[in-house]
Each structure stands twice: as structure tokens, then as C-alpha cells.
């Protein structure tokens, strides 16, 4: 089976808490015994999992650059959602759908910090296309600090199509577009809903801005004409939360 090499202490223990099943075995760095790896020690040995004990410059050949913090894990891969598990997940909702859409968005950074937004926000599942959308890897998963393993990646062969059955189960589809005239703090951003955000540059494609009930932009004051994508979903998706609680 084909491992990927997952780093980071708090992105390991959130795959030990969620699923341990994944994790075939840890490489810690040799020497480190402080609180939180002695933990992490603990919590891997009582799943029966491997631990071994290398040295600073086999992790740093793991993670090819990454902030690995002495820790280093062999897993299976994080699994993606199909639409089939989106129709069920819809289905046995007890109040209303909260979904963040990213279309075209295929740095693996970008996916994570957008998760980990998600996730705090509340967000039921995140979508985006098979093609043209960041991989749910490593990296990924170290910038999302446990968010990957608990918010749902849906990847779909259809977004024009799975937009539309969004529409047709009431579900609201509010895209973001910088030349729109309706700002972010003024749109009705309550009831089920989905939000839609494009690439950095190119924003959303002409098919996914068809389907949208609604666009909506970020006021913005100074010399920058955009902000990075995982910026612009906090802004977006914490106003949403800010209307539905109100």
C-alpha cells in the first residue's frame, strides 16, 4: 500500500483521536521526550501502532521542507468524498446546510487553510471538482491542523450539476466575484446555504457563475484588488456565521 507521510504534531494526534486505523506507523525524532511527544507516545502505543525513533535529517527527507516538529507519520491516504456521500449527508441534516464550494483552487495550502476555516466556522463539507482542485495531501493536512480529517472533501465530476442539485433542495448558492455591486456584509447570508469561491485571479468559472443564486464581494479600501482565497473564505464564511447567529 502506497503511505503518505503526514507531519506535525497536532495533525498526528487528530488522526490518532479520529481515526487510528490510518496510521501504519511514527517516526519521532531521537532525543525528544518533552510533554507533548511523550503524549503523543502514549496515545500511538495504546493503538498498538509502531513508533520508532530516528534522527532530525530522515524526518527532513520525509517532508521535503515541511515543518515536520520532530514527528513524522506513515498513513493511508486521507479519504475524499463522492457525491453519493454528499446526497446522504444532506439528507439526515437536523438544520440548515452550510457548504463551502471552491472552485478551481489547487494550491494544497490554500485547501488546507480553507478547511481549517471550515471547520471553525461550522461547515458541513467542503466541495470542489475532480479536476483542477488541490489533492487532500500531506501538506494539505498539516495546514488544516486536524481539520482534514473531520470536515468532509467532496469531490465532484459535475459542479454545474451538483450546483443545480443544491438549488433544487432550497440550498441558496452565493458566489464571490469583485465586480459585483452587492457587498458581503449586505447580502442575506442565513437559511441553507453554500458558498462558492474561485481561483486566485481567474475567480470563479463561467458554468459555476451561471448556477449562482447570488454574487458578492469584499469591500476593499486600499491599493490590493484581492485578497488570497483562504483569506477571502474567513471573511465570507465568519460573516455567514455572524448572520445566522444573530
Known amino acids: 500500500m502506497q503511505y503518505e507521510h503526514l507531519f506535525g504534531i497536532h495533525a498526528i494526534n487528530t488522526v490518532l483521536k479520529r481515526d487510528p ?4 506507523r511514527i517516526l519521532i525524532l531521537k532525543g525528544r521526550n518533552d510533554e507533548r511527544m511523550h503524549s503523543l507516545f502514549e496515545t500511538a502505543m495504546s493503538h498498538k501502532i509502531q513508533v520508532e525513533q530516528v534522527s532530525k535529517r530522515e ?44 472552485d478551481g ?7 488546507g487553510a480553507c478547511l481549517r476555516t471550515a471547520d471553525a466556522a461550522g461547515v458541513h463539507a467542503v466541495i470542489a471538482p475532480k479536476d483542477k482542485s488541490a489533492p487532500l495531501n500531506a501538506t494539505a493536512s498539516k495546514v488544516a491542523c486536524g481539520a482534514a480529517e473531520v470536515v468532509p472533501y467532496v469531490l465532484v465530476t459535475n459542479l454545474a450539476r451538483t450546483l443545480k442539485s443544491l438549488q433544487q433542495r432550497g440550498i441558496w448558492t ?3 466575484a469583485g465586480e ?8 442575506n447570508l442565513t437559511g441553507p ?46 460573516e455567514a ?5 444573530s
Do not use: W
Open 59 to 102: 524526518l527532513e527527507e520525509l517532508v521535503e521542507g515541511g515543518v515536520h516538529q520532530g514527528v513524522v507519520a506513515f498513513c493511508k491516504p486521507i479519504p475524499t468524498r463522492t457525491e453519493k456521500y454528499l446526497e446522504q449527508l444532506l439528507d439526515n441534516l437536523d438544520e440548515p446546510a452550510f457548504l463551502l464550494v471552491l
Open 21 to 24: 486505523k490510518r496510521v501504519h
Open 174 to 176: 452565493t458566489g464571490t
Open 180 to 187: 459585483t455591486d452587492l457587498d458581503v456584509y449586505k447580502a
Open 193 to 238: 446555504m453554500a458558498l462558492i469561491m474561485g481561483a486566485e485571479g481567474q475567480g470563479m468559472r463561467r458554468l459555476t457563475r451561471e448556477h449562482c443564486d447570488q454574487l458578492v464581494k469584499i469591500p476593499m479600501a486600499g491599493e490590493v484588488s484581492s485578497l488570497n482565497v483562504s483569506v477571502a473564505t474567513g471573511i465570507c464564511l465568519f
Open 105 to 111: 483552487v489547487t494550491d494544497p495550502h490554500n485547501l
Open 241 to 245: 456565521v455572524r448572520q445566522r447567529q
